[in-house]
Structures are given as C-alpha cells and as structure tokens.
C-alpha cells in the first residue's frame, strides 16, 4: 500500500483515532501522523505507548500543514475545534470527521472550513465498548464499513483520496447522503443503545430488589445490552442530541412493534410471536452472510477483560 497524505492530524486520541494511527503505520499510508487531546493526561499516555509520532499540546500545532485533518472528537464538539482550527488550516488540505451523526456535523463545521480547503463528512461503522488511546488497534476497521458524506461542490479528486486511505486502512467504502445516513444510523446504532441503555437501567432496579441476581445470572441477552451499555457516554449523550429527529422516528415505530408483541403475549397468540421471530432471525443471518458478524458461540468476541 502507497503513501496517501504526507501528513495526517488526528484531533481526539481516542479509540477511532487511535486505531487509524496503528491501521495508517499497519499500511505505510501517511508520512507522519500529528495528534492532539484536549486532556494533557490522554496526551501524556499516547506520547507514552507511541500513539502518533508527534503528540501536539495544542490542536492548532498538530493540524498546522496537514494534509488531512480528522476530527475525533464527540458530535456535540465538531464546531468548536472546527473554529479553533480554522485560521492554520493549509490550503488544499482536506477536514473529515469521525462522528456517528453528520447533519448535525455539516451544520457545525461548514462555517468554519477556509476557502480553499476541502472538507469531506466521514463515519467509520466500527468500534468496541472500549474508549482511550490505549483502546485503539490496526484492525478495527479491517471489513467493515466507512461512509463517507460529500457536501455540495465536494472535491471529486480529495474524495477519491480520503476514500484510498479507508481502503488502506481495510474498510469498505460508500457514498451517502447526509439525512439517509442519519436515518440509516438511527435504525442501526443509535436507537439500539438507547434501548440497550433503558434494559441496564430497568435491570439495576430490579437488582436492587433481588439483590446481585440480575448481575450472577445473567445470561447471554442481558449480558450483550451491558456491553452496548458500556459505551462512552458523552459521545451517546451528544449523538442523541443531534440526531433527534430520525432517533424519534425509530423509537416511535419500535414502540409500535413492542405493544403488537405485548398485545400477542397477552392474547397468546403464539402464531405471531413464531413468524415475528423466524423473520428477524433472517435478518441475523443476513449480517452473518454480509460479513459483518460471525455466528461463532459468544458472537466470536471471546472474553473481554475489565
């Protein structure tokens, strides 16, 4: 794999950012990767295990003549650093992002984009419960999904390259539309983990009544919400923020859903529970067959160690 960029800022050392440093040096993809973290601690700990070759105290220093700029940084923050930024952003260079909602991002950052430097929306459909600089690793993104979102008048030359370094870096790459993806996303992650959220919460109630029973007998279904559950929580907070609208949508129509399932249990009506639940195993299959899952026991993801 050929040199893409010369030099890449990575703004936010999390666990995306993280993982594009050791997926960029896996592959040979940039010259020299530049970061910067708001907390002095997270620097100090990337500089320690050699997260990025040059670890930057300001996020200005780190994107100052980049060729690529991403922003790894909670939605609910995409417009302040885009404006912190902007005045050394060099011309001709490109500014993506990272986030799980892109209306809202496009909105935030656009203003602030120079004339002159290209700025090209992305969301990588990957990641673990895990968050940190020491959460990231070179194969996170290996078979897994990139969405890359162009604004109007997009750059077709910078898109091609923004979509060979997700290539490099072992993702599949498409093309979407802002609001599509937003909608696409409520449906596949973000209502999911509120729901996620919701059982962990009801499940801690219950404990509280059958002491530590919810927690020693947990069995696979309650087991997998904890570990949805676990995710960083200013980065859902602001995810729900700022895509309210198809998130809402979603919520609606599975509220809808679950009070047919409840009206089927209380009617016994075992007919309809069967087909409901031989149709979305389909669906399970489908993810198996797409490549995006194994149907190893334990979802192949074997013990993880707190």
Not at 91 to 104: E, L, N, P, Q, Y
Not at 152 to 157: K, T
Not at 189 to 198: E, F, K, M, N
Request: proline share 4%.
């Amino acid at each position: 794999m050929s040199q893409v960029y010369d030099r890449v800022a990575l703004i936010g050392l999390g666990l995306i950012a993280s993982s594009m440093f050791w997926a960029i040096k896996r592959s040979g993809l940039a010259g020299e990767v530049t970061g910067y973290a708001r907390s002095e601690a997270t620097r100090d700990t990337a500089r320690r295990i050699g997260l990025c070759d040059r670890v930057c105290d300001t996020a200005q220093e780190a994107v100052e003549g980049a060729d690529l700029v991403v922003l790894c940084v909670p939605v609910g923050a995409m417009g302040t650093v885009a404006a912190d930024i902007a005045p050394v952003l060099k011309t001709g260079a490109t500014v993506t992002d990272v986030g799980s909602v892109k209306r809202h991002v496009i909105q935030a950052v656009s203003p602030h984009i120079p004339e002159g430097v290209h700025f090209i929306p992305a969301h990588p459909l990957a990641g673990t419960e895990h968050s940190g600089p020491k959460s990231g690793f070179a194969e996170l993104f290996d078979n897994r999904w990139c969405l890359l979102v162009p604004v109007e008048g997009s750059d077709p030359d910078a898109i091609a390259r923004l979509r060979a370094l997700w290539e490099g870096m072992g993702a599949n790459v498409d093309e979407m539309d802002a609001d599509h993806h937003d909608l696409v996303l409520a449906v596949t992650s973000h209502a999911p983990h509120l729901i996620a959220y919701t059982m962990v919460g009801v499940a801690d109630d219950l404990r509280r009544v059958t002491d530590s029973e919810v927690i020693k007998y947990s069995a696979a279904g309650f087991r997998d919400f904890t570990r949805i559950a676990a995710s960083d929580p200013t980065m859902w907070r602001d995810v729900f923020l700022t895509n309210k609208d198809a998130t809402l949508e979603i919520l609606g129509r599975f509220t809808e859903e679950l009070f047919a399932l409840q009206r089927a249990i209380r009617t016994g009506d075992g007919e309809h529970l069967f087909n409901y639940f031989t149709h979305t195993r389909a669906i399970r299959r489908g993810i198996i067959d797409a490549g995006q899952d194994t149907d190893a026991p334990d979802f192949g993801r074997g013990k993880v160690s707190s």
